[in-house]
């Protein structure tokens, strides 16, 4: 079955099958079907109604009040894949028009991940063009809507991107805005026709603000961006644990190097941050001490694993 949803004269289609609905889904109007990818976009952004129940997730909570329903819009519409569905018909503008989401000061998570990047989140930063204007971190999917309401805010001037798993439509955004992609050269930065290629180890000052760190572990070629001294830009090297109530790292997914990941973490513990922002995994902030000594911890433990 498909399910159609109206915003406005347009009409938006989401491939959520009721037939493919999983038996872990509680009984009730929003489930997620078998084509889920277990992202965790959806249990992350509502863990009050999404769960992950094992390597799928689904519904174990159905909204009963408007801020639920909304949350569980938003889930819908940032799902890479399509595999939430309602039998209720809702307002897509429920979810839509609540991307991007503001998190701090000037930051936003844009929702819209992509099944490229394995629904990795990708944020915004908004600034007047005589600062230099937006910033795109990682690529989110190129759905009209989103780009429609990131030009409305002012378009993307850069785009950071952190690996080569996460820049999905990083090309048509280029495209689009005529932003000038950063990328390290040893993930095919290149290849990509990315135009300012960051080389080496050694931290790059991109801004005043803006700082570029190469931290080699989960591909050879990966990089965090600083900005502000206060967020943290992470993709997929490091992200706060719900279950272990600290910082951490990925070790099955370290696909270059574990030893050099480990490296490359204990060369943040020289950085200042109170916000880590990741492609994959919960997003955390604390006062900036507290946030060190997550990361120490982290450290420590990385060095113990294997
Ligand atoms: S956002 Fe979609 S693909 Fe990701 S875990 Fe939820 S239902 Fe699955």
Known sequence: MIFVLFCGSTYYVFVASLQQRLPENVPGDFFVDSTCIDCDTCSQLAPGIFRDHGDQCSVHHQPESAAETQLAMMALVACPTGSIGAIERHDAHLGIDAFPLLLADNVYFCGFTSESSFGAWSYLITRPASEGGNILIDSPRFATQLVKRIEAMGGVSRMLLTHKDDVAAHDLFRDRFNCERVMHADDGASRLGVE????????????????????????????????????????????????????????????????????????????????????????HNDDAQTMHDHLARCVSWMKAVK
């Open 196 to 283: 300012r290629v960051i080389s080496g180890e050694e931290p790059v000052q991109l801004e005043n603000d803006l700082l570029v760190i190469p931290t080699p572990g989960h591909t050879r070629g990966h990089v965090v961006f600083l900005y502000r001294n206060k967020f943290l830009f992470t993709g997929d090297h490091l992200a706060w644990s719900p279950r272990k109530q600290t910082l951490t790292a990925f070790r099955s997914v370290a696909w270059y190097s574990w030893p050099e990941q480990t490296r490359s973490m204990e060369k943040l513990l020289n950085c200042e941050f109170q916000w880590v922002l990741p492609g994959h995994g919960d997003m």
